[in-house]
């Protein structure tokens, strides 16, 4: 088996850590969120490859120096699950157990529905269904949670905010990380912060119910109770939009940021949820 140092998606050139047992009795594609790369999933990922797994853990669209391209447009899901699923059949895995966080998620979810051939289990971290959502947005008290989504929209601002890496160190302890894992994530995101921010920026553009459509793969659900940004009212319904077997697990006592704080707990319940989905 070739490692994987990079991949392309037409013009563009992702960084990838392709790592874990070159005999792997299966491949995790572990997909981060905002604002981090591929490095949130270290620890996680060790425990993977303990198990006899091969991990995939690509920096995104944004994120990767050779994949930023100009324009909110470039950064719509359907582009961000076509980069996924491009990693996917680069690797010669033939088909995926894809696990994502945050943002991650979304793309998890998308890519499961979209390209279902692609994936053999689906594990949402923080982040349900983007329908479920959706539906948490309209009809519950997810709204207040993601004042931010539109502050994003804003120009300038945002990136000026996102730019000073010791203030934006500092908002992401305030949200339950780390001083370690701040720093790291505001190391990698301040010095080219647009492309990330255009993850959001880019949400008016979706093709109209791309992201609605409904999971037909054994799908788990992970969410913790310290989280101030995912409501549980978002994650309750999530088995409304996954036709398989669907398991919600919530962790007690954990923020947001569940990859850096409970790397153990994530990888064991991404371990059963795989051995049960061979």
């Known amino acids: 088996m070739t490692r994987l140092t990079a991949f392309t998606h037409g013009s563009l050139r992702f960084d990838v850590v392709d790592a874990g047992p070159r005999d792997a009795d299966g491949t995790v594609l572990l997909l981060h969120g905002f604002p981090q790369t591929s490095a949130s999933w270290g620890p996680v990922a060790?425990?993977?490859?303990d198990a006899g797994l091969r991990t995939l853990a690509p920096d995104q669209r944004g994120y990767s120096p050779g994949a930023r391209p100009s324009g909110r447009r470039a950064y719509r899901v359907e582009h961000l699950v076509e980069d996924a699923a491009a990693l996917v059949e680069s690797s010669g895995a033939g088909s995926v157990h894809v696990v994502g966080h945050d943002w991650g998620a979304v793309v998890a979810w998308a890519l499961a529905a979209h390209r279902p051939e692609l994936v053999r289990t689906v594990t949402g971290v923080s982040v349900p269904h983007p329908a479920a959502f959706l539906r948490a947005m309209y009809a519950g008290p997810q709204l207040p949670h993601s004042w931010y989504m539109g502050a994003f929209q804003l120009p300038w601002?945002?990136?000026r905010l996102l730019g000073?890496?010791?203030?934006?160190?500092a908002i992401l302890r305030r949200t339950g990380a780390s001083r370690d894992q701040a720093a790291r994530d505001a190391a990698a995101v301040s010095p080219f912060p647009t492309g990330p921010l255009n993850w959001?920026?880019?949400l008016p553009f979706a093709a109209p119910g791309y992201t609605h459509r409904p999971v037909q793969r054994p799908a788990l659900q992970v969410w913790s109770d310290g989280d101030g940004f995912i409501t549980r009212a978002a994650?309750?319904?999530?088995d409304r939009?996954?036709?398989?077997?669907h398991r919600l697990v919530v962790l007690s006592g954990v923020s947001h940021w569940?990859?850096?704080?409970a790397p153990d707990d994530l990888a064991d319940l991404v371990l059963e949820h795989v051995g049960e989905h061979v």
């Open 200 to 202: 959001y920026r880019a």
């Open 46 to 49: 060790a425990r993977l490859h």
């Open 258 to 261: 569940i990859p850096d704080e």
């Open 157 to 159: 601002l945002p990136e």
């Open 235 to 238: 994650v309750e319904h999530n």
């Open 164 to 169: 000073d890496e010791a203030r934006f160190a």
């Open 241 to 245: 939009f996954v036709l398989a077997p």
